[in-house]
């Protein structure tokens, strides 16, 4: 890891919860509900996946629930090109309608990915959902059909997004600031 320090908060965990359950609102307002499958990318989205579904029972809904890792690969703050899968679903998603949760859209590739993967399990719908919207140059065409919020292209930990497997913890979402070396 380089020297840094988590400075300054973006966004506060009252502001995160109150953008959840507008997204809870927006999901819910689709008619595609009756065959939901929510299928979190790891591990990024395990905390947004679990804010998201227990805004569901107000509406009556009752998704299934799994996850997927995928990886591309690295340590750092750049992702590399390829995106594997490291820990698959076994579930049937023959004619589910699928949303795809992951905990920030960058250059698009992963979210591109599963979109493709799950279309071609047979799955009837794929929409996505990301907490955070990275105001970047995408390297693969992907917009998000939900998101929270916009954020600059700089590196953010906190609300499941990690630095190194670290912060992932935060209920806030902070800018990681690199200390010059
Ligand atoms: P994409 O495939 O480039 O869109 O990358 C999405 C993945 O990159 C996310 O699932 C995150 O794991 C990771 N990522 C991108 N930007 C950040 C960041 O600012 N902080 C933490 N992880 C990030
Ligand atoms: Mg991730």
Do not use: W
Not at 73 to 93: F, K, N, Q, R
Not at 148 to 159: C, E, L
Request: charged share 25%; aromatic share 10%.
């Amino acid at each position: 890891m380089r020297p840094h320090t988590i400075e300054r908060q973006l966004f506060s965990s009252e502001q995160i919860q109150t953008r959840v359950h507008s997204l809870i609102d927006e999901i819910a307002a689709n008619s595609d509900t009756e065959n939901l499958v929510m299928l979190g990318i790891l591990r990024g989205s395990f905390i947004f996946l679990a804010d998201l579904v227990r805004g569901f029972e107000q509406h009556k809904i009752h998704p299934r629930i799994d996850f997927i890792t995928l990886s591309s690969y690295g340590a750092g703050t750049e992702s590399s090109g390829t995106v594997t899968i490291t820990h698959d679903t076994d579930m049937d998603l023959a004619g589910a309608d699928v949303v795809v949760v992951d905990d920030i859209l960058d250059s698009g590739r992963t979210l591109a990915f599963a979109r493709e993967l799950f279309l071609e399990r047979g799955a009837r719908s794929v929409r996505t959902c990301v907490m955070l919207d990275k105001q970047t140059q995408r390297t693969v065409e992907m917009e998000a059909d939900y998101a929270g919020f916009p954020v600059d292209d700089v590196f953010v930990v906190g609300y499941g997004l990690d630095y190194d497997h670290y912060y992932r913890e935060l209920p806030y979402i902070a800018e990681v600031v690199f200390e010059e070396e």
